[in-house]
């Protein structure tokens, strides 16, 4: 299973490319704000945006919450905007222990931005960059 939160599309994009190449089923993380999300998939994987460097506030009170499968493979996806998703991929295994997994592996994905900082060119460069990016991952997940 690949869970995914998404603001503008792209870790949606990034969780149905993966989900595709490797035969899972992908659902969104934002209705198990109200709901214990609870997983025994031998596979599971998160995909997210990276929010000031960090995993989104909402996806950390559900993790924390979860109930996740010592013995499943667990591996998180962060966009971002510059590659780079700074103290996100710590403090998501943090919220994964706790919630009774770990994190086993973890990738950036360059996407385009949402901010004043990012140039057109850059966004596009992202853009058309981010296929063969995830085809990368999911060559290094199987």
Known sequence: MI?????????????????????????????YQDKQLACSDEVVGFVLPTYMGDVPWLVKKILIAAKL???SYTFVVMTSNGGASGSAFANMDVALVSAGGSLDAAFDLQMPGICV??????NAARLSAAPAKVAEICEALK
């Not at 490319?17 to 993380?29: C, H, P, S």
């Not at 900082?117 to 850059?122: A, I, K, Q, T």
């Open 3 to 31: 869970y995914y939160f998404t603001g503008t599309g792209n870790s949606l994009w990034c969780a149905r490319t993966i989900a595709d190449a490797l035969g899972e089923k992908v659902e969104n993380l934002a209705p």
């Open 69 to 71: 499968p010592k013995a």
């Open 117 to 122: 900082l990012c140039s057109p060119e850059d």
